[in-house]
DNA sequence: AAGTTAAATAACCACCGGGTTAAATATACT
DNA sequence: AGTATATTTAACCCGGTGGTTATTTAACTT
């Protein structure tokens, strides 16, 4: 009823060209050729690319002539989304943990600054 | 200043053991040993997915004797989660669009309905 | 010093991923 | 029918990945 889409969609994101092919298509529907303009690399790879993200299911192409158009498929960001989130409270216990660490060294450095008022009055 | 880490944290997502292993260790610290246990897999193949692991940046080890004991190290999945925020929209849109399908639905139904209401009396 | 446990490394294998060039297919245009 | 454009498929290369078994290193234990 839920097969893990998780690997073969991570799989598919650890591509810069692929990142970069969902980042355009975030702008809207595009043809193969115009998704290609940006790399430097043959038109079949950038097919290859296309299959890899309609395998994973982040893409949906259609047919107008002989144009195939894709679009972005929101789904499988959403699982990605959904995963990722069971570890938030990790990197804001970090977050956390780092800003004690800056407060105490803001602390210290009032400290300091107490200190050097307290003490004789520099030369200028 | 910023390296592109998410190609290299995607990849390691990839692979459902060691989505496994990072569940593991989101409930704590623990040795090769143990985070090798719900796996029929030999030592070997482990040590091989926490160097992956490792070197993305998702997990860092330390030394307690001859135990080298894993933690969950969450900056990579912050910007994991940051990367896929970015698509937020998309699939809220989405659910939206559903949501207005099902209430369209909801709307037709209640129109057959009236339809119905308005009908000679069915057999039963 | 010898033995035990934890973990990593070496060497190997099969397969997959990302790229190429060349050829095939699909659709539109004339 | 013939040509042009858009895209895919085929065949190939190379390096990386995921697994294995056998060996080695590191640290504790007796």
Redesign the interface.
């Known amino acids: 009823m839920s097969p ?1 889409h ?3 969609t ?2 598919a ?4 060209t692929r ?1 970069a092919i ?1 980042a355009r298509l ?1 702008s809207g529907e595009a043809p193969v050729t115009e998704l290609a303009k940006p790399f430097d690399m043959s038109m079949p790879a950038i097919s290859k690319h296309l299959k890899v993200l309609e395998h994973a299911g982040l893409i949906a192409r259609s047919r107008d002539a002989q144009w195939r158009p894709c679009r ?1 498929e ?2 499988r ?2 699982e ?2 959904d ?6 409270r ?2 804001e ?2 977050l956390d943990r780092l800003d004690d660490y800056l407060r105490q060294l803001k602390h210290q450095e009032l400290k300091t600054k107490e200190k050097k008022h307290g003490r004789k009055q520099p030369k200028h």
């Open positions: 893990d998780l690997s073969s991570f799989a994101l650890a591509d810069p990142r969902l975030a972005l929101a789904s960001l959403k990605v989304a995963w990722v989130e069971h570890y938030r990790f990197w216990q970090s």
